[in-house]
């Protein structure tokens, strides 16, 4: 299948499955392990995209689904795409509206042809969104990373409904390639599907990996199952797919998932975790979660956190913030910036450090950091390090 992206490995962790790479798109190039923030409908949730650009950011996610809807397809071909029409320059990826089967479920129907959603803004409209129809809204969008329509089911669904879905994945990216009319410009990831059993697991990547896409995303996991679950399904599936292609992990978030998911292999992240954190008053820092909208936080004149060179930080107190979460819209906008600004400088150092081949001495120095001592660390997370040889017990 044709490629629009150069990938190129960097380093490697000498003890984890970790590693260091550029990638290279038609918006510029990536480096990764990235964490790409999500604008649904084309902005962060708080952030304007030239916000998002000074922060550093390489590449950002945006939603086929609801941009289909608003401002929709005829809209955003004749702007020239969702660059052009939010002013970004840099890379997009844009998830195909697989993932609203399970956000939406009520609103929709599934069957062999697609999804019928019904339009969650209440004006009565309904939405097929086929194969076809998915990757046509995607070309139409234009990011330079577009994904398959895939058949997802919640992570805690159990029984046929999962095999169903895991055969109508592959049959869908079958379709997909089919309707991409942009191989030269956009890169079409399959998305390995097959809840939480092994077995459907290993059977779509073996069928994934046939068509030869450009990179492929793990789907259908952090929707609320076991997490000492989820990372034996991450690993199985970094083991299995292809080493010279990236791989993704979609809507993974958090601290201690990021950098055991680096650990484990994974190139890619994306979640709406840090931004909508910040709409409940919560900063994230490398010591733990602040929730400045209590009252503690009133006579704190420190920054969010000492080493972030965020604008929040440079320039306003705890204290500030705390005022503005508790009354203005704008206290969202600050802690925003530093979350989203925490997220990025988390993979700096994660890529930083595997670089350096001290990536086991960071984890270890991070989860000390951020639960304060190995009786508070997570069990599942002990057990996924331990996979890749880095002790977190003493």
Not at 197 to 218: F, H, Q, S
Not at 233 to 262: A, F, Q, R, W
Not at 382 to 390: Q, Y
Request: glycine share 8%; proline share 5%.
């Amino acid at each position: 299948m044709k490629s629009a992206l150069v990938w190129k490995v960097i380093a490697r962790c000498s003890t984890t499955k970790a590693r260091v790479a550029l990638l290279t798109l038609p918006h510029g190039n990536v480096d990764t392990p990235v964490f790409m923030p999500v604008g649904t409908q084309g902005t962060l949730k708080g952030l304007t995209p030239k916000q998002l650009e000074e922060l550093g950011c390489q590449i950002m996610l945006n939603n086929t689904y609801h941009l289909g809807l608003r401002p929709g397809q005829e809209l955003l071909e004749e702007v020239g795409g969702s660059h052009k029409f939010q002013n970004w320059n840099r890379n997009l990826l844009t998830d195909s509206g697989g993932f609203q089967m399970v956000s939406l479920l009520k609103l929709a129907c599934i069957t062999e042809e697609g999804v019928n959603f019904q339009s969650p803004h209440e004006d009565g409209s309904t939405m097929l969104l086929t194969p076809e129809h998915s990757i046509s809204l995607q070309n139409s969008i234009g990011a330079d990373i577009i994904m398959q329509l895939d058949d997802v089911v919640s992570s805690l669904t159990k029984g046929p409904r999962v095999e169903e879905a895991t055969d109508r994945s592959i049959r869908w990216l079958d379709r997909c390639i089919a309707a991409h009319k942009k191989p030269d410009s956009q890169n079409l990831f399959a998305i390995i599907q097959g809840g939480l059993d092994p077995d459907l697991r290993r059977k779509c990547v073996e069928e994934m990996v046939k068509r030869d896409t450009p990179g492929y995303a793990i789907g259908g996991l952090s929707g609320g199952e076991e997490k000492d679950i989820f990372w034996r399904i991450v690993t199985l599936c970094t083991d299995l797919l292809p080493d010279h292609k990236p791989i993704y992990c979609m809507g993974v978030g958090y601290t201690e998932d990021l950098i055991v998911c680096s650990a484990l292999g994974i190139d890619m992240f994306d979640c709406v975790f840090p931004t909508r954190t910040a709409r409940f008053g919560n900063a994230l820092t490398s010591t733990g979660t602040l929730n400045l909208k209590t009252s503690k936080f009133s006579q704190d004149f420190r920054p969010i956190e000492e080493d972030c060179d965020c604008l929040t930080c440079k320039s306003f107190t705890r204290a500030y913030v705390h005022l503005q979460s508790t009354r203005e819209t704008v206290g969202c906008h600050l802690i925003t910036i530093h979350n989203v600004s925490y997220q990025l400088r988390l993979m700096r150092n994660i890529r930083n450090a595997i670089a350096e081949n001290r990536f086991p001495q960071f984890i270890q120095k991070s989860f000390k950091d951020l639960f304060g001592g190995p009786d508070r660390y997570p069990e599942w997370a002990v057990n996924a390090l331990k996979s890749v040889d880095v002790t977190l017990l003493p």
